[in-house]
């Protein structure tokens, strides 16, 4: 099992910038990828990043590359996702996810996910 808790979500004015976590706790030692997606009303699930957990391979969706980097601190369990130069496209619930599997977070497939938290940028 592994619980994943995010925060840092809130409201910010276009071109602004945030920085979510992810808490992670339970088995985070056997090599799980985390990763980050979104979703807006209306919309279908969008995927944002991914890393592994071990190692440095990161994922980018093409409409946030350049803008977010995703991170982790092996420490704290904890993944970040930083957030700048924010425009009123990527308001969303922004949700982190786990996988043992890299690849598969892009295609939406994970085996947890918590709660979300609400990124809402205004213009």
């Known amino acids: 099992q592994v619980q994943l808790v995010e925060s840092g979500g809130g409201s910010v004015q276009a071109g602004g910038s945030l920085r979510l976590s992810c808490a992670a706790s339970?088995?985070?030692?056997?090599?799980?990828?985390i990763g980050w997606f979104r979703q807006a009303p209306g919309k279908e699930r969008e995927f944002v990043a991914a890393?592994?957990?071990?190692?440095?391979?990161?994922y980018y969706a093409d409409s946030v590359k350049g803008r977010f980097t995703i991170s982790r601190d092996n420490a704290k369990t904890t993944v970040y996702l930083q957030m700048n130069s924010l425009t009123a496209e990527d308001t969303a619930v922004y949700y982190c996810?786990?996988?043992?599997?890299?690849?598969?977070?892009?295609?939406?497939?994970?085996?947890?996910r918590g709660q979300g938290t609400q990124v809402t940028v205004s213009s």
């Open positions: 996810a786990a996988s043992p599997n890299l690849a598969t977070i892009k295609s939406l497939q994970y085996d947890y």
């Open positions: 890393i592994r957990w071990g190692g440095t391979i990161t």
């Open positions: 339970g088995r985070t030692s056997t090599g799980y990828a």
